[in-house]
């Protein structure tokens, strides 16, 4: 960042990148600038090239069988997980969810419940668990189960591949949504037993906003949720029957995909795993700072290795919305309050009233922003509303 701030609400979006992100984006609008898949010239050519290795790479990430044109681009994991459950489900239908999805899930099954579609939401806990008994009860006839990996409030990341192996047996389907563990956690769709991954770009995996998709597997056929050009087969009335054509209708975002390609690459050079461990580092140091402080409570458990980058408190006597104001103001760290998206969560955690301090982390934070992150909390907690207005 040119600034001198502390970002830690990589949880909303890795507003930091890696130069080689950045650089992709501009060489991308310098170099290519076309519209890949589009025309016959050479400059829709090399877009259409940069987008068949983001695809790849994306497979490679994801462990993802089979043919990369099964990983759809869309403009983020709210369309890819519209896509899949707007395609996937009819009135009758039964899909089994968490109360530890955000509202990416949530909505888009509440408007189909309206459809006629029965859904079933399982609760969840202040400790980010699962009853796997009521689950196994809920999926008996269930069409899809859908799955937050990682939850963005409580930080808890689920069970998926024992979720995904009892799916099966009751004869569901399973969508996962990555949107806050791509990048941030390994994810291998084969070892986990995931037919359906949606994803977005902005966050773990460092591209732009704008970048998202969705895989499915082989054997899974979606109906187009968009129709319109894709720059083949023009003279026929419907969408093309093969994917991605099938589910990516209009104008794709070249220079966001090259960025994102760049951001994959990142991810593959460095390793998921050691950005996981490094980021678990990071958050135990940033739990301990905040726990100890007078004050502060911490409203997310810590979780150890199994969780996400997310730590979530609260100030005694102070709003969330301020809190993050003054952090920001006074501290340059900035952090996101509220609800963040997920109003669930907040209702597990007992904040659904008043919302809650996130502080998020990713690739880049340092032990260095944790530290005074954490002087930044205290200071505040100490000073309480005094400096309101
Ligand atoms: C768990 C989860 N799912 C879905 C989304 C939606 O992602 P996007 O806004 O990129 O569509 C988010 C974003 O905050 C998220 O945290």
Redesign the pocket.
């Known amino acids: 960042m040119t600034d001198d701030v502390i970002y830690l609400d990589y949880?909303?979006t890795s507003a930091v990148r890696p130069d080689t992100v950045t650089e992709a984006v501009a060489r991308y609008l310098r170099d290519v600038g076309a519209t890949p898949g589009r025309a016959g010239h050479r400059r829709a050519v090399d877009a259409g090239r940069i987008v068949l290795r983001c695809r790849r790479k994306l497979a490679q990430l994801f462990n993802a069988p089979g043919d990369p044109g099964r990983l759809t681009f869309h403009l983020?994991?709210?369309?890819a997980?519209n896509t899949a459950l707007f395609g996937l489900l009819r009135p009758g239908d039964r899909v089994v969810r968490t109360e530890y999805?955000?509202n990416?899930?949530r909505r888009p099954v509440l408007a189909l419940k309206q459809r006629g579609v029965q859904a079933v939401v399982i609760e969840g806990d202040v400790h980010g668990g699962l009853s796997m008994f009521e689950v196994e009860h809920a999926l008996k006839g269930a069409r899809l189960l859908v799955i937050?990996h990682?939850?963005?409030v409580i930080g808890n990341v689920l069970p998926v591949a024992d979720l995904a192996r009892m799916a099966h047996e009751a004869g569901a389907l399973v969508l996962m949504?990555a949107?806050?563990s791509a990048g941030h956690l390994p994810i291998d769709v084969e070892r986990m037993g995931i037919d359906l991954l949606a994803f977005?770009g902005?966050?773990g995996l460092l591209g732009p906003q704008g970048t998202?998709g969705l895989w499915v597997r082989e054997g899974i056929e979606l109906p187009p949720a968009f129709f319109g050009g894709t720059g083949g087969d023009s003279d026929s009335p419907d969408m093309p029957d093969t994917l991605p054509d099938r589910l990516e209708a209009g104008s794709m975002n070249g220079p966001g995909i090259a960025g994102l390609l760049a951001g994959v690459e990142w991810l593959l050079e460095h390793g998921v795993d050691a950005v996981h461990r490094r980021e678990t580092r990071l958050k135990q140091r940033l739990w301990e700072a905040l726990y100890d402080v007078p004050g502060v409570v911490m409203q997310s458990p810590m979780h150890g290795a199994d969780g996400a980058g997310i730590v979530m408190i609260t100030i005694d006597e102070i709003d969330p919305a301020e809190a993050a104001l003054r952090l920001d103001r006074e501290f340059g760290v900035l952090v996101r309050a509220g609800l963040?998206?997920?109003p669930e969560s907040h209702t597990l955690l007992g904040t659904g009233a008043t919302g809650a301090i996130r502080l998020s982390l990713g690739w880049a934070t340092t032990a260095e922003d944790v530290d005074r992150a954490a002087a930044a909390v205290a200071r505040i907690a100490e000073t309480k509303g005094s400096r309101r207005g």
């Open positions: 949880a909303a983020n994991a709210t369309q997980l999805d955000h990416a899930v937050t990682a939850n963005n949504d949107a806050q977005t902005h966050k998202g963040h998206c997920a």
